[in-house]
């Protein structure tokens, strides 16, 4: 008998950035002297900016090619940093600002859905050129710009190993064994020659949820961390005789670690080389060794992905279309369901269930009689109208 083992296959991509821009002043006096650490100019500081930040987030949208509009997110996403008015520019895509606080600047916001939805209407090198445009705008207005926060993605269909392998790999047991294994990280040496790997003292935990479990290496306080994960149960699809297994090992960096990684990113216009140096960034900064100190498989793949002696891939597939993500958003994501909810719930007690969605719907169905499509929806229709669109929920309740 003859046993087939599938390939594996690894792909990489930035899977989060935050953008921050400030005044290059804020810490400034009247007269260009520096303020202690901590303060920040009257000039910037609870007072009422909103006109100008409405004008900056227009004149940024404006240059970043690929939106041409925004509009309100039900859900604010940029709250918990501080920023209370916020746009947003489409899937995961965010931008907003303090209106009384104008030294926290304007912040940027891109999830793993933003940056693809980025890459799909900018090239696979949209990353690079987004910062290049945000250094220019930010120029422009006299900000300074950083990265406060980037997240790299390694994917790995058909791993040879599973979460639960990386698990006793990187985290003790409960029973008090040690962890198999541990991880390093490249460090500046001390005396200032030259840099080595030194094992880091990190702490590694595991977290389970309905989608199994996480291993992680870093608190989440730390400005670097670590997530291994089973991405097939996620996202919930069953493995296939083609994809049996995918798991990721997903990078977070914040602060001054994103800020250094954006400043590498920026000046890259080949995407073989971008990919070479996100799989150097995870190596030196995740390296996997045995209890022996020998550097791990999994580490030997990624510092020779780094060199280039492949083809390396993007993490572009096994995503779900257009269509169905625009449909989970607005289910999940948007407010409606939880509009109807609220409904149900104050009118229940004089009004069927039934009757009040029903009535919702039809609301509903009179405002789309009166909607007028945008050339982003005609633009949508355009490039989907010809596929052969599959597993929308709303399908299966059209009569034939």
């Known amino acids: 008998m003859v046993l087939f083992i599938m390939s594996e296959v690894f792909k990489i991509s930035i899977d989060w950035l935050t953008i921050t821009m400030i005044p290059n002043d804020s810490h400034q006096d009247e007269n260009g002297e520096e303020l202690p650490r901590g303060r920040y100019a009257d000039r910037y500081y609870n007072r009422d900016w909103r006109d100008t930040a409405e004008e900056y987030l227009a004149d940024l949208i404006n240059e970043l090619d690929g939106f041409d509009t925004y509009f ?3 859900q604010p996403k940029l709250a918990k940093l501080g920023y209370t008015e916020e746009k947003c520019l489409g899937t995961g895509i965010n931008i907003g600002y303090h209106p009384n606080y104008e030294y926290m600047g304007i912040c940027l916001q891109m999830t793993g859905d933003g940056l693809r939805e980025l890459r799909s209407k900018n090239g696979d090198l949209a990353e690079s050129k987004l910062l290049r445009d945000i250094r220019s705008f930010s120029e422009k207005i006299n900000y300074n710009w950083r990265a406060t ?10 791993c040879r190993e599973n979460v639960s392998h990386y698990r006793k790999l990187l985290v003790d047991e409960p029973d008090g064994l040690p962890a198999k294994g541990s991880v390093w990280r490249l460090t500046a040496s001390r005396n200032g020659e030259g840099s080595k790997f030194e094992k880091t003292r990190s702490q590694t935990s595991v977290i389970y949820n309905e989608n199994g479990y996480s291993v992680y290496v870093g608190s989440m306080q730390s400005n670097i961390r670590l997530n291994i994960y089973d991405k097939l149960r996620e996202k919930k699809i069953e493995p296939t005789e083609e994809l049996k297994s995918w798991v990721r090992f997903e990078g977070r960096f914040k602060k001054e670690y994103a800020r250094d990684i954006a400043n590498l990113i920026i000046n890259q216009r080949d995407l073989q080389t971008q990919f070479a140096l996100l799989y150097r960034i995870m190596y030196e900064k995740f390296q996997f060794r045995t209890q022996t100190e020998k550097v791990y498989r999994m580490s030997k793949k990624w510092e020779k992905l780094s060199q280039q002696e492949e083809v390396l891939l993007k993490a572009d597939d096994k995503r779900d279309s257009d269509f169905l993500s625009a449909y989970n958003h607005v289910i999940e994501k948007s407010g409606l369901i939880s509009l109807i909810a609220k409904a149900v719930g104050v009118f229940e007690k004089d009004i069927e ?9 039809k609301a509903i169905k009179e405002n789309y009689l009166l909607y007028e499509n945008t050339k982003d929806v005609n633009a949508f229709i355009e490039k989907h109208k010809n596929e052969d669109i599959k597993n929308l929920p709303w399908l299966d309740f059209i009569e034939k």
């Open 149 to 158: 926060r980037l997240d790299i993605a390694i994917d790995v269909e058909n």
């Open 353 to 361: 269930k039934e009757k009040i969605l029903d009535g919702m719907l």
């Open 72 to 74: 309100e997110d039900s």
